[in-house]
């Protein structure tokens, strides 16, 4: 197949400067990458084609080659005019310039990194919106791996050693490379450790580790609401090589619903219902709270719907100073069950009242009246 103008390849102009053939590559070499099309050969020669227009012209020397001679301006010859099959240029050389750590050795470190390191753990915890709001302590018993102690975590048999993989040699990866083009897969053999068991460990059948119950404190900070997710560093699962990292623990809370309290984030509503004799006359009732009872002095007259507020006994703000306020909905009781004689107390007390002491119902009816006398206010 003829070769296409590198230029053409990359969908730059021939005065491209340097910035601009990689920001090309870049793009096209994200579009065209194996690992996003696997199976697809037309991608894969494609991918190819795109490096090697890359390799030509990010090259000073190279690229003055090719802008006067083309293709002739190669030391190769037919499909490889500039020498790529022999080795002209290092595919993990270009990777490493333009993507950083994304291919070559530096993302098998990575991954190698990443294989030492244990699983994170999820756990659901549910509190009390008192044990929320100030914080707690709590024992968590997690299963986790502990590492099998006949065989150090190795998962060989004692008095045997885990062996180097024979399809990686150790090196936990297997490398594909045709012409130019290499790329690293992790050894489907040893699954990226480098190591097979052969003879096994029968208390740990191998794995290098037993699982057990582990009991784990964690620290809950006062403030936390439902969603909100604690780590506790280290408290995973253990390493599966030795000398690597612990995963670590994350625990959600999920806050159960109080029966007096409303939360909205660090604010408490909350309603406090009254007879109608403690509306009327006013007087010193216990409010409710985190803290515990807290008395206030009801005004004269108090009606239903009324609130205040009680500042500074809300829940604590998350990881700041400070707490949000209480706030209380004050609800006033009909009395039920009435005797004879409350009932001709309260008939009294409507008979001696005449409607004065009822000034919103007055208004109410006086506006009612209003609406019915004028026919053009019922529009």
Known sequence: MQKRDYYE?????RDADEATLKTAYRR???????DK?????????KFKELTEAYAVLSDAEKRARYDQFGFAGGSGGGDDPFGFGRGGANINDIFGEIFGEMFGGAAAGRRQRARSRGNDFRYHLELTLEEAAFGVEKQLDIPKARRCEPCGGSGAKPGTSPRTCP???????LR???????????????????????????????????????????KIPAGVDTGTRVRSSGDGEPAPVAGGQPGDLYVVIQVKEHP?????????????????????????????????????KLAAGTQTGSTFKLKGK????????????????VVVETPT???????????KFEELSGGETHPRSRSFWEKAGDLWRDPKKKR
């Open 9 to 13: 390849v990359l969908g730059v102009g």
């Open 28 to 34: 096209l070499a994200h579009q065209y990458h194996p």
């Open 37 to 45: 099309n696997q199976g697809d050969q037309a991608a894969e020669e």
């Open 167 to 173: 399809t990686c040699g150790g090196s936990g990866e």
């Open 176 to 218: 594909l490379t045709q012409g130019f083009f290499s790329i690293a897969r992790t050894c489907h053999h040893c699954q990226g450790a480098g190591r097979v068991v052969v003879d096994k460990c029968p208390a740990c059948a191998g794995a290098g580790a037993v699982r057990e119950v582990t009991r784990v404190s964690v």
């Open 260 to 296: 007096l309290f409303q939360r909205q984030g660090t604010e408490i509503v909350c309603e406090v219902p009254i007879s109608f004799t403690q509306a009327a006359l006013g007087g010193t009732i216990d409010v409710p709270t985190l803290d515990g009872p807290v008395k206030h």
């Open 314 to 329: 809300g829940v604590p703000v998350l990881q700041g100073s400070g707490r949000g306020d209480h706030h209380v909905v």
């Open 337 to 347: 069950h009435l005797t004879r004689e409350q009932k001709a107390l309260l008939e």
